[in-house]
């Protein structure tokens, strides 16, 4: 069945450092791939997403590349501020199945400090 | 626009009670998923409904779970005789009907605590 493999986290990050946030999948369809974020006491928002190889996904100055060879899609920002500091998720929904289940991953926190 | 609204948002229950769980999904959408987050673990995926219909329940337990969506007010996700492995995040999504669509839009979740 899909899946979704994300690093665990928490990661912790001092302002103006570069995020890497790793993220892989097993799908046997052709999934859509997505990142939301949630911030403390908030609901997931869809940060971004891509829907097929080699798309790249962008927001708020988070990019991820949709990898078909490596099955990855790794977040990634330049840059982060204090107010990127949320839990990120990794997930990915199947053409197959309507789109109407999303498979997500475990979760990455991420803390950015002064 | 409002939003997905879930509530409550925090909900505490002794074992053996009934947990009821609401969800009223963005204007204009007629599509609404629930999701649970056991404790250290992603969302899973529970159950996909439209107005009045269950489309896929494949991820709800086979007792105790149950799931409406009526044609008028907002889905039930109802928990009969809770155990303390109930205790979870449940959250609703929602997206807009007659279009496939590959984004779901969520609330801010329910906090249910079984004591």
């Known amino acids: 069945g899909n899946s979704v493999t994300q690093m665990e986290g928490p990661v912790t990050l001092s302002e103006e450092a570069f995020l890497t946030i790793n993220c892989t999948y097993t799908?046997?369809?052709?999934?859509?791939l997505f990142w939301y974020v949630q911030y403390p006491g908030e609901g997931l928002q869809l940060l971004l997403k891509?829907?097929?190889?080699?798309d790249k996904g962008s927001n708020k100055g988070f990019e991820a590349t949709y990898r078909k060879e490596t099955t990855s899609f790794h977040l990634e920002k330049g840059s982060v501020q204090v107010s990127d500091s949320a839990v990120y998720f990794c997930a990915l929904s199947d053409r197959n199945t309507g789109f109407q289940k999303l498979v997500f991953g475990t979760g990455t926190r991420l803390l950015v400090s002064p | 626009n409002a939003g997905v609204m879930q509530n409550p948002r925090h909900l505490v229950r002794r074992r053996g009670q009934e947990a009821r769980l609401r969800c009223s999904p963005m204007?204009?959408?007629?599509?609404v998923y629930w999701y649970r987050q056991l404790p250290e673990e992603g969302l899973k995926f529970m159950v996909y409904l439209q107005k009045e219909n269950i489309i896929d329940e494949s991820g709800m337990p086979k007792e105790r779970f149950s799931a409406e969506f009526p044609k008028e007010g907002p889905s039930i996700l109802r928990i009969q005789q809770v155990v303390r492995g109930d205790s979870a995040a449940y959250f609703c999504?929602?997206?807009?009907?007659?279009?496939?669509?590959?984004?779901?839009?969520f609330g801010p979740g329910t906090r249910l605590t079984v004591l």
């Open positions: 999504a929602s997206s807009p009907p007659l279009v496939i669509t590959d984004t779901q839009y």
């Open positions: 204007k204009g959408h007629s599509h």
């Open positions: 891509a829907t097929k190889a080699d």
């Open positions: 799908a046997t369809g052709y999934p859509s």
